[in-house]
């Protein structure tokens, strides 16, 4: 696959996580809401690492560790909700948890300047 191929196939699975988490905030559960904005998150940082390093980071622990290096806006927009990501598994979310998330997720694609119909 094209480097172009991999960037646009993770800009369409940064849509469908970022529509996952916009259906299930409508529906009120909470935390798949959160799960599925930090997967877009995850992925635009994703997507961002491979686009300037030609790279994809295997786990949360090398993302993180790009992110702190090269882009350490972006790294302190994931790792401030990383907590609600990790919570979310366990405890019961609330929908300002959520909204938190959703909009460390919309701070980041302005940050790295994608628009919506990406």
């Known amino acids: 696959m094209t480097n172009e191929g991999i960037e646009n196939d993770l800009l369409l699975n940064f849509k469908d996580f970022y529509d996952s988490g916009n259906d299930e905030l409508e529906k009120e559960r909470y ?8 997967k877009a998150l995850v992925i635009l940082c994703d997507w961002k690492i491979y686009k300037e390093r030609g790279l994809l980071p295997k786990n949360h622990k090398e993302r993180f560790d790009f992110l702190k290096q090269y882009f350490p806006e972006a790294y302190s927009l994931a790792s401030s909700i990383f907590k609600e990501y990790r ?13 938190k ?3 460390n997720v919309e701070k980041l694609r ?9």
Do not use: H, Q
Not at 31 to 38: D, L
Not at 87 to 95: A, E, F, G
Not at 110 to 118: A, C, G, P, R, V
């Open 31 to 38: 935390n798949p809401a959160i799960s599925s904005y930090f």
């Open 87 to 99: 919570d979310s598994y366990n405890l019961r979310m609330k929908k300002k948890d959520a909204l």
């Open 101 to 103: 998330v959703k909009e």
């Open 110 to 118: 302005n940050l790295f300047d994608i628009k919506e119909d990406n």
